[in-house]
């Protein structure tokens, strides 16, 4: 079966800091990991997925197979990362995608 | 880039009433769409994958004569909420794999059922 697990429904951080929000797995096959992100009032937008290997706003995240992780990170928050971020997991193919808890950034000025 | 397009985005209704949600996918075929609910702030919860040209699959728990499915074409998948009470009143929200980025979303429909 597939799970995702976001273990902060709320994470807050001053501008400037380092941020981490936290994803770990359950797939028994080869998963695609993905990374959206909400802000207020808008529709889930792609923030990036593991096999594109990008850089977007200046968040990446590595796929840990070892420790069935996929934790975002950017190394300097700003004030526009406040969101609510969801790890996503599918199977190979375009498959049913499968969303975290989400967690709720908040960057305080 | 590729666009599913979700009507309607708001809709009250008595209960007892059927609602139809649409997802129509703009510059791409859908042979596969994905709906989910939301509830208030919780996650996007999978309720049924429609596939164009043959039935719905449904996950766990999730009623298939309430909340019935059509995928007729390759650009439109509805879902339609049958007899609905107010336990239904949520947020719908359907998606679809474009090849692209890997999955495009509709804009939600918010029910409320009074």
């Known amino acids: 079966a597939q799970r995702v697990t976001q273990p902060e429904k709320l994470l807050s951080v001053f501008k400037g800091a380092p941020v981490e929000l936290k994803c770990n797995y359950s797939?028994?096959?080869?998963?695609?990991l993905f990374w959206y992100v909400q802000y207020s009032r808008q529709r889930l937008q792609l923030l990036l997925r593991?096999?594109s290997r990008e850089s977007i706003k200046g968040f990446t995240a590595d796929l840990n197979k070892g420790e069935t992780s996929f934790h975002l990170k950017k190394p300097f928050a700003q004030e526009e990362d406040s969101a609510m971020y969801y790890c996503?997991?599918?199977?190979?193919?375009?498959?049913?995608?499968?969303f975290g808890q989400g967690t709720r950034l908040t960057i305080n000025p | 880039g590729a666009v599913v397009s979700q009507h309607p985005s708001r809709v009250i209704c008595k209960s007892g009433t059927s609602v139809k949600i649409e997802c129509r996918s703009l510059?791409?075929?859908?042979?596969?769409m994905f709906w989910y609910r939301q509830f208030p702030k919780q996650s996007l919860m999978l309720m049924a994958t429609?596939?164009?040209?043959?039935?719905?699959?449904?996950e766990q728990g999730v009623e298939k004569d309430k909340f019935l499915i059509n995928h007729a074409s390759l650009t439109l998948s509805t879902l339609t909420v049958t007899s609905a009470h107010p336990e239904d009143s949520s947020f719908y929200i359907c998606?679809?794999?474009?090849?692209?980025?890997?999955?495009?979303f509709g804009s939600g429909t918010r029910l409320t059922v009074v």
């Open positions: 510059d791409f075929q859908a042979t596969t």
């Open positions: 797939y028994s096959g080869s998963p695609e």
């Open positions: 429609s596939n164009e040209g043959s039935k719905a699959t449904y």
């Open positions: 593991h096999i």
């Open positions: 998606s679809a794999p474009d090849g692209l980025e890997g999955y495009t």
């Open positions: 996503a997991l599918s199977g190979r193919g375009a498959q049913k995608l499968v």
